[in-house]
């Protein structure tokens, strides 16, 4: 359906500004993400990621600057956009009220797909949510919660989408079970924007990463890329402590692939 | 087009009403009050009221307990606007290509539904304590007509309240002086009655001319001007509260 000759970004972002009355929340952000790669949009608490997300996914104009999702303009197409998109809030947007498997067909039903039921049924198995699928969502735990969250952003095979922060809120099973998702999801050549807080989580995931500070990206690229631009590292020996996360995980016997807690570097905070 | 909204409308609605199904304690907390106030007005104090009629007095207060019925029953669809509007599922749903207003007329419909069902419940109550009516197919029919657009128009005004509500209890604080308007009508007391300035309100406010339409519809007397000037409150309201709703609605989503 869209045209592969030329390696278009998934995603274009060129100079797009909002504020909201007096606070100037975007201010000329500029990024690209290639087609089938994760971006990991970083930023603390209010830097405007959210705003970001909303407006890629049509739900707010920017009051400046233009951006197109899967070659489509998000001001001009919206409809278009919508097509190719798929959002997955902050706050888990699951029917509590409906079953598992009743929230996954009524989104199969709103994208008009033949068989909503067997769509439900196999990303119930894929998201091993099977078991849960009669229950009402609102009795599922966070981790399963957010699991069903982003089975139905998958229904209809979107080629992009949108995680605003996808772990913010679950304990550390649920988020490497979360992470696992949203690789194979890339695996599968969707195109990932996922906001985060945690800078682990943008270590762990994405091939390039954008650290959004005070309304504009601050820096871009890999993680490779970022690290460079600190100071080359000096050797030091320090003797290795087990994370409290690394000892959580192994008391509780998690299958998750217990690699080091990375040293985060704190980014600048300075205000 | 026009399919998809249909579609998507009816996708939704199923939807909305599963959430009426699964928790039919809504029907339960919509009727409880107005079937209170029945019992209350019949066996209570309805003895010391001299209506001037020679009807029964359930028969001269049903039209009003009915749109005390409904008045109390849209408060849900603000409840349930603003919990999805809180809840990201709103979002969801807007970030899908569906047909926009079909978010807003699921919650719609489904009131309408919700609220014939409970209306149906207080008109069996009242059977059961004498309520009689000789009304015709017909008149039943303009009776079913009259309540539709009385609901119509009030949850439009619920959607309003829904979508502006900035916490659960302000989405459906609105409904109370609904609620409390049949009070100030011919709907229990004759307006002549009250005290002038109190008669001149209750005379002029839409639900006098409302109550006195079905309470002629329900005894096969004509219903002479009040069912004009009923429609003109129940439309004008309707279309106020319909292009009230929608406007926000599109603030809220652009």
Do not use: C
């Amino acid at each position: 359906m869209s045209t592969k000759q030329m390696p278009e970004p998934a995603i274009r972002v060129q100079g797009i500004e909002k504020s909201f009355t007096d606070l100037s929340v975007l201010q000329g952000v500029d990024f690209e993400v290639a087609a089938g790669s994760i971006f990991a949009l970083l930023g603390s608490n209010g830097a405007g990621k959210t705003t970001l997300v909303r407006i890629l996914s049509t739900l707010l104009k920017a009051d400046a600057g233009s951006a197109t999702v899967h070659g489509f303009d998000v001001a001009a197409q919206p409809a278009e956009v919508r097509e190719s998109i798929s959002l997955t809030g902050q706050f888990a947007a699951v029917d509590g009220i409906l079953s598992g498997r009743e929230n996954l067909v009524l989104i199969a039903r709103l994208r008009h797909l033949e068989n909503p039921g067997a769509i439900a049924d196999d990303l119930l198995e894929r998201f091993s949510l099977t078991d849960a699928g009669k229950r009402k969502a609102a009795t599922y735990s966070g981790g399963m919660m957010r699991r069903l969250d982003i089975a139905m952003s998958l229904i209809g095979d979107p080629p992009v989408i949108f995680l605003d922060e996808p772990t913010t809120g679950l304990d550390p099973q649920a988020r490497i079970e979360v992470w696992q998702t949203i690789r194979q999801l890339a695996d599968r050549g969707t195109t990932v924007l996922l906001t985060t807080q945690y800078l682990d989580e943008a270590e762990q995931l994405a091939d390039r990463i954008g650290i959004l500070h005070q309304g504009t990206i601050i820096q871009n690229g890999t993680l490779s890329e970022l690290k460079r631009l600190l100071p080359p590292a000096t050797v030091e020996y320090v003797e290795k402590q087990p994370s409290l996360e690394d000892v959580f995980l192994a008391l509780v016997g998690d299958t998750g692939n217990p690699e080091e807690a990375p040293e985060t570097v704190p980014t600048g905070k300075e205000s | 087009m026009t399919t998809q909204v249909l579609s998507d409308t009816g996708t939704l609605t199923g939807r909305s009403l599963r959430h009426i199904l699964r928790s039919p304690d809504t029907i339960i907390t919509t009727t409880v009050t107005p079937i209170a106030l029945l019992l209350l007005f019949v066996y209570v104090l309805g003895g010391a009221i001299n209506t001037g009629s020679s009807e029964s007095y359930v028969n001269y207060m049903l039209p009003g307990i009915l749109l005390i019925t409904i008045a109390s029953g849209i408060a849900y669809t603000a409840y349930r606007l603003f919990l999805d509007l809180q809840g990201g599922i709103f979002d969801r749903f807007q970030s899908m290509p569906i047909a926009r207003s079909s978010v807003l007329w699921a919650h719609v419909l489904t009131s309408l539904a919700a609220n014939l069902v409970s209306v149906a419940v207080v008109i069996g109550v009242a059977l059961l304590m004498g309520f009689r009516t000789g009304a015709s197919v017909g008149d039943w029919l303009a009776v079913a007509g009259i309540l539709v657009l009385f609901t119509l128009a009030l949850t439009w005004l619920a959607v309003i309240a829904g979508l502006s509500a900035k916490t659960v209890d302000g989405a459906s604080a609105f409904s109370y002086p609904l609620i409390f308007l049949p009070f100030i009508s011919s709907a229990f007391v004759p307006t002549e009655s009250m005290p002038a300035p109190v008669a001149w309100f209750a005379e002029n406010q839409p639900v006098t001319s409302i109550v006195n339409s079905l309470r002629a519809l329900f005894a096969q007397e004509p219903v002479g001007s009040d069912i004009w000037v009923a429609l003109a409150w129940l439309v004008g309201i309707l279309v106020v509260a319909y292009a009230g709703a929608i406007a926000i609605y599109r603030r809220k989503i652009s």
